[in-house]
């Protein structure tokens, strides 16, 4: 599966040290929450599934999928 517009290339839908907002959908063998952006995975430390339109900062992007953190007021627990 290709993330990017280039053929070939090594792009992915996120990079290291960027921003998203994201929903939580399932939950990691750790407990870490998922989310997908163009469904690549992303596991968010912290967060829980329902989490809605949660701000997370990209610590370190695999081939497979990127790890991040929720951005500290961004969890609505409302």
């Known amino acids: 599966m290709s993330y990017g517009q280039n053929a070939g290339g090594s792009s992915k839908p996120v990079e290291t040290g960027k921003e998203y907002t994201v929903d939580i959908t399932d939950t990691g063998r750790s407990g870490d929450g998922i989310a997908r952006i163009q469904g690549f995975i992303i596991f968010i430390k912290g967060a829980k599934v329902g989490n809605k339109n949660i ?21 609505d627990t409302t």
Not at 59 to 71: C, K, L, M, P
């Open 55 to 75: 701000k997370i900062k990209i610590n370190s992007v695999g081939d497979r999928f990127a790890t991040a953190e929720v951005v500290t007021g961004s969890i």
